[in-house]
């Protein structure tokens, strides 16, 4: 997300000294040893204050984003005035929408009541200013978010259409604001923004579609798909896991090695810790923050889950400083999992902590074959003063960032001399072999013309972007992904473009042309791209922020998940939910699954999490700005009757977690003989699903082959006797598989330390 606030330089590198005391890591087993452990000496002192000191300086940044005096700052100013109305006006516009950005709704409405007293006697105001009338409702809207959404929180709530547990228990503020937004059409008729939060209100009153007048109604109908994916019902407050906060990043993996998939949660709030929901086996999740460490760790805008060391559990990246332009120079965390869940904060050993930069784009890979995971950051350089103006490119050259692990737990910046520095301002990183040579390439999305680095195998990379035509969407694009959504052995490149508003959404669902930028779904015939997104039902304004992909059917088909908005509080629009369908088409199933969203979304994990052979979604759900958090979401899903076969990889030449392998899966089925495809690793892009591999089968009556392609040592590896509904070990240059218990789970019981 780019910050429209202007830039203020800022330093906030704290010092840190790091002892030597002891860390030692054993894999689980003898069984499981990698060809070679990590053995360092790193500091282990808690980091908690290191952080609070950057949110203190963050806060008393005159300007910058996370400034905390500006409300105090504008009634100074309007204290200071007199006899001049304008000015008023002008000053209590901007402290009415700051006290909602801080998160003080009832003191902004108010002040807004307050404004519209005084004009009581001055009509004539009102109708030169009609923009007040939309302030009055964004008040009044926010306030009946926070007494019904968020005080009153339930399973349906801000499912859209808003219908059942989501229409609102307490009804005055919506009306207040439903006033407020028919006040301001009967001036501007035309404003598609209005009409859309209008007709918002009334679902949450619940007289839509009645009370509408005609000229105003948008239609839901356009929201009926026609095809049932069937509901998936929101447990997260049943499991205690849907954490209130601000926008983040989510990883659903198996953080302590005893089978089951715990959540890993972030915040971009400075002095917001992370979350840590442990998975008891039982149906039940406990708040193990503390205990695995992560609440030492404040703000992260995203964060994602590798192997980074071969011990065989799952590590996190935490990325900092996005949006915050020079306020940004934050360092990021690298936390190395003991095995047990528990977590230490190795970044300046590693050597990834310096310089930092302001960053909430990377993906783990083994650019170099070498059996290690490398880390490519994309920074949000300004390096390209064409996008933006002198003011805030000044000081912002900060040149992505591509660290090749060393193997013994430290890692050297090679960006520049493999020539992969971007020098544009990066909003999303995704790794996949587009090319299929064995190597990994790397797709950077930017404002400004995206890259598409080709790994040349010898150390360096060339850009092919302009070359291959994938350079699009516009100028501003945001969330990439490599994922074969056709089942060809090809992997195709999504990228999702960022222009986009809510009268955007409102005419698409009326109709009508819109000016949004659509995204772009590059499919791979061959190594070569063809855009195809209008032929497949992607050309439509979506402005994505946290995306993913996963199959929701268990069809073997690749499914997406948009997680959309921006910091205006104006901005709310359902997240979207694309069924695909056998590789032709996505159809929009956001309401038939319950996925329409009206929150903003980030984080989306797909994951199979009481494991029953299908996957589960979990959402990290929230706004920019203090006032505007909201509770995550876990969609469990109601199942489809197709079959499943998961995959745990364990290389031995390639990384640990089986990043960079290929998985191809024949199946016999009713209709003829078909093939599944599948990458393994980081090639999707804020989003953290589970490093296992769970793969729909559809109808399938067989498998008669898998085969893997392993990077690491170049062999093909061909499995037979695979059984279906069943998850198995694979190990790198082994000619058999492992079967492994997969016992579901009944979500939503007491967890037994309670009992």
Same mark, same amino acid.
């Given at each position: ?305 590798? !192997? #980074? /060391? =071969? *011990? &065989? +559990?799952? $590590? @996190?990246? %935490? ?113 996949? !072999? #587009? /090319? =299929? *040579? &064995? +190597?990994? $390439? @790397?797709? %950077? ?113 690749? !499914? ?196």
């Amino acid at each position: 997300m780019t910050c429209r606030l202007k830039a203020v330089s800022l330093c906030v590198i704290v010092a840190v000294v790091l002892a030597g005391c002891s860390d030692p890591k054993s894999p689980t087993s003898a069984e499981d040893a990698p060809r070679r452990t990590v053995s360092m000496n790193v500091s282990d002192e808690p980091r908690r204050p290191e952080f609070e000191a950057i949110a203190a300086q963050l806060a008393r940044v005159d300007g910058g984003f996370f400034e905390q005096n500006r409300s105090d700052k504008l009634r100074q100013a309007r204290a200071g005035m007199t006899g001049d109305l304008g000015q008023m006006l002008g000053v209590t516009y901007q402290l009415v929408r700051q006290l909602l950005q801080d998160g003080e709704t009832e003191e902004a409405v108010r002040e807004v009541d307050i404004m519209f007293r005084a004009l009581e006697s001055r009509p004539d105001v009102l109708q030169k200013n009609p923009s007040l009338h939309l302030l009055r409702g964004l008040a009044y809207l926010r306030l009946a978010e926070i007494e019904n959404c968020v005080k009153r929180h339930n399973a349906e709530c801000c499912l859209f259409p808003l219908q059942n547990g989501g229409v609102h228990q307490v009804k005055q503020p919506a009306r207040e604001a439903r006033s407020s937004y028919l006040n301001y059409l009967s001036a501007q008729p035309s404003d598609l923004r209005a009409r859309w939060l209008l007709n918002l209100t009334s679902m949450a009153i619940g007289d839509y579609p009645d009370a509408v007048p005609e000229e105003y109604l948008i239609s839901t109908a356009w929201f009926d798909a026609k095809t049932d994916i069937k509901r998936f019902p929101d447990i997260a407050p049943r499991l205690g896991v849907d954490k209130l906060d601000l926008c983040g990043g989510c990883i659903v993996d198996d953080f302590d090695g005893d089978g089951d998939l715990d959540i890993a949660t972030s915040t971009i709030d400075p002095m917001g810790s992370m979350a840590y929901f442990r998975n008891e086996g039982d149906g039940s999740f406990i708040d193990a923050s503390s205990q695995s460490r992560l609440d030492d760790q404040l703000g992260g805008l995203n964060i994602i889950g590798a !192997d #980074y /060391d =071969n *011990d &065989g +559990d799952v $590590d @996190i990246l %935490v990325l900092r400083g996005a949006w915050l332009f020079d306020e940004g120079q934050i360092r990021n965390s690298l936390l190395r999992n003991d095995g047990q869940g528990r977590f230490t904060d190795v970044t300046h050993f590693a050597g990834t902590a310096l310089p930092a930069r302001p960053t909430q784009a990377a993906a783990w890979g083994d650019f170099d074959n070498d059996g290690d995971l490398d880390l490519y950051v994309g920074n949000e350089s300004r390096a390209d003063t064409s996008k933006f103006p002198a003011d805030q490119a000044a000081g912002g050259d900060y040149p992505a960032q591509l660290f090749l692990n060393q193997g013994d737990g430290t890692f050297k910046d090679a960006a520049k001399s493999a020539g992969v520095t971007n020098d544009r301002y990066c909003k999303g990183v995704a790794v996949g !072999d #587009y /090319d =299929n *040579d &064995g +190597d990994l $390439d @790397i797709y %950077v999305s930017n404002i400004g013309r995206n890259r598409l680095y080709r790994n040349e195998n010898n150390g360096t990379f060339i850009d092919v972007a302009p070359a291959l035509g994938v350079t699009e969407p516009s100028d501003r694009s945001f969330v990439p992904w490599f994922f074969d959504y056709d089942n060809d052995g090809w992997l195709d490149l999504f990228v999702a473009g960022y222009d986009a508003g809510v009268d955007d959404v409102a005419a698409h669902y009326l109709g009508r042309r819109n000016d949004a930028t659509s995204p772009c779904l590059y499919h791979n015939r061959g190594g070569r791209f063809t855009e195809v997104a209008g032929s497949v039902g992607f050309n439509r304004p979506l402005l994505p922020m946290g995306a993913n992909f996963g199959d929701l059917d268990n069809d073997g088909f690749l !499914d997406v998940y948009i997680g959309t908005g921006d910091p205006d509080y104006e901005t709310i629009m359902p997240n979207v939910m694309l069924r695909n369908a056998n590789g032709k088409r996505f159809e929009d199933v956001s309401r038939s699954g319950g996925f329409g969203h009206l929150q903003k979304g980030h984080g989306i994990a797909f994951a199979d999490i009481d494991n029953d052979g299908d996957q589960d979604l979990y959402h990290q759900i929230g706004g920019f700005f203090a006032g505007d958090a909201y509770h995550n979401a876990l969609f469990e899903n109601p199942g489809h009757g197709n079959h499943f076969l998961t995959m745990r990889l364990v290389g031995t030449r390639s990384p640990r977690n089986g990043f960079g392998a290929r998985i191809t899966i024949e199946l016999d089925t009713p209709q003829g003989t078909r093939s599944i495809h599948r990458a393994v690793g980081s090639v999707s892009s804020f989003g953290g699903s589970t490093s296992r591999q769970e793969i729909g089968l559809g109808d399938a009556t067989g498998i008669p082959k898998v085969t893997i392609f392993w990077p690491g040592s170049g062999t093909t590896q061909v499995l037979e006797g695979v059984p279906m509904d069943a998850m198995i070990e694979v190990r790198e240059g082994e000619a058999s598989f492992k079967q492994l218990p997969l016992e579901p789970l009944e979500l939503g019981q007491v967890p037994r330390s309670a009992q």
